[in-house]
């Protein structure tokens, strides 16, 4: 999960007594905005394992009111055994014996694997290396948010200058 979250607006609030639903608008909007460069952005930087669950199932979502007000993005694909897969694509896992046959898709998609029989023996072969290494990290929703830390930036800009025209009018 990726979390934006806009500070200072108490600040704002004081200097401005005025215009309370207008900061909140204002914060509402930046943070609407920022979902929507955002989201496309990570799915586009996203894997894609056997399914491309993981990069279809990106939103975002605005949640808390006023002082605690923030941008969520979320990837929730999860597995037919309902795991949800997206942490461990994201960080990594420990050395663990995967269920091989949950990795079936995946070898034939990934490695070019035909044939059940020859999918299934490859799927025992990964789930073995996995229960040696583990599984390597790939912070691809870290990259995004280091790449667009300008434009952050600009459109919480743009949304105070549209703020103070309006607290000035």
């Known amino acids: 999960m990726i979390e934006v979250e806009l500070t200072g607006w108490k600040e704002l609030e004081t200097k401005f007594s005025r215009g309370r ?3 909140l608008g204002a914060a509402l909007t930046a943070l609407r905005r920022l979902g ?13 394992g056997a399914t ?6 990106t939103v975002f979502q605005v949640l808390g009111t006023a002082e605690d007000m ?5 990837q929730s694909a999860a597995s037919d055994r309902g795991f949800m897969y997206g942490v461990a694509v994201r960080q990594g896992t420990r050395t663990h014996f995967p269920p091989y046959r949950a990795l079936i898709p995946w070898v034939m998609r990934k490695l070019g694997i035909s044939g059940e029989k020859e999918a299934s023996r490859v799927a025992y072969l990964v789930a073995r290396k996995i229960s040696k290494v583990g599984t390597k990290a790939n912070p691809y929703h870290v990259r995004v948010m280091e790449s667009h830390v300008g434009t952050v930036q600009q459109v919480v800009n743009e949304e105070m200058v549209n703020l103070m025209v309006r607290l000035s009018q």
Do not use: C, Q
Request: neutral net charge; glycine residues 8%; proline residues 7%.
């Open 52 to 57: 491309g669950h993981l990069k279809n199932y």
């Open 21 to 23: 639903e207008y900061m």
């Open 36 to 48: 929507g460069i955002l989201v496309p952005a990570i799915k586009e930087e996203t894997p894609v």
């Open 70 to 74: 923030r941008l969520e993005i979320r």
